[in-house]
């Protein structure tokens, strides 16, 4: 064995003796005087001697409590979020594993499932609706059935959309039992439905009614799959004969920053998309990638109180850059960054660590963007039909030569 080789076993040996020396000495400390527990506390570190003072409540809560005591995982989650609510930021967060991994896939863009949309009634049962072509209209699903029951778990209204939807997504490839209510009186049907990849697109696209040059897109999410389906979006449009396009990011509530940037980029010849400053204030610019599809289409784009983070990275510097009209409401003002930390259970933890500046420096964090042109669409609209944020968007347009 070399000289070196044993220099580092004896010096890992110490250190190993030294550190059961410490543990045997505290623990003679705690059993020979009364003080002793207290004598070994003093000799942590502050957040160290917190945590003690948070086991001592919870030993007696264990003790005195009258109710059911929650397991050991839930009192954790519980801690976490406590502690986090501590920060005054909405946006730092703990995610419990089913709620994470529902959010990795939605930003995938994809998923096994049986390809349905779910809703609460005023009376809180979820009526399914099955996507077209997906494996649930295959197996015999239809539209407002009421979905009783998944696997052996009856789904009452008190089973939230994150179970259910956990339940129901699952491996490629496996099948999953739903049983539903259909009709007056509901009749219960069966259906064993084999899982598949469920696509979630997050672009769609239409020509504008009674309007032969104008192409309509809404984007719902910032997905990995946005922008190459944003670029067939307009791809199909021109081929219809559009000239002008409408971009709808009304109750878009964001996604992934470079999603973001790849959109802003169809419309943007170079330049800057936005800034991200840090706490130290230092700011870091991220610039127009080129290959964009759509630089000199005349653009004008839908906002509301719903449209946030990604979303107003996009209107920002599309508005900043003199590229494109607002046309709606003031968005919401959700201008901050966050790391995402997957944690060895499957949950994870968002940390706000920077905001987001328009490419004018305009600060998106609680101040949101302010449309070119104010227009708000009320509950009676919605609940008519009527779209007259839409409508101005329109005429914006064909104002604009």
Known sequence: MRTGTRTILFSLTIALLGYLFGLVTAWFIVISRPVGLDAVVTCLKPAAQQMVLFWDVWDIVQLEFIG???DSQTVTYGAIRGALTTLNDPYTAFIEPRSHEREKEDLQGKFGGIGVTMARDEAGQVVINPMPDAPAIQAGVQKDDILAMVATTPITPGVSFDDITALVRGPVGTPITIQIRRGKPPVTHTF????????LPSVSWQMVEGEPE???IALTRFSE??????????????????TRLILDLRDNGGGLRQAGIEVASQFLADGVVMYQRYRDDSE???????GGVALDVPLVILVNQSTASASEIVAGALQDRGRAKLVGEQTYGKGSVQHLYDLRDGSSLHVTVAEWLTPNRHQLRGQGLVPDVLVVRSPDDANAGRDPQLDAAVEQLKSEK
């Open 68 to 70: 059911q005591v929650p």
């Open 192 to 199: 064993t439905i084999v899982r598949q990849e469920i696509v």
């Open 214 to 216: 104008i192409g309509y």
């Open 225 to 242: 799959k946005s922008k190459e389906e944003l670029v067939q979006a307009i791809s199909e449009l021109r081929a219809s004969g559009a």
């Open 284 to 290: 870091e610019p991220f610039n127009v990638m080129s």
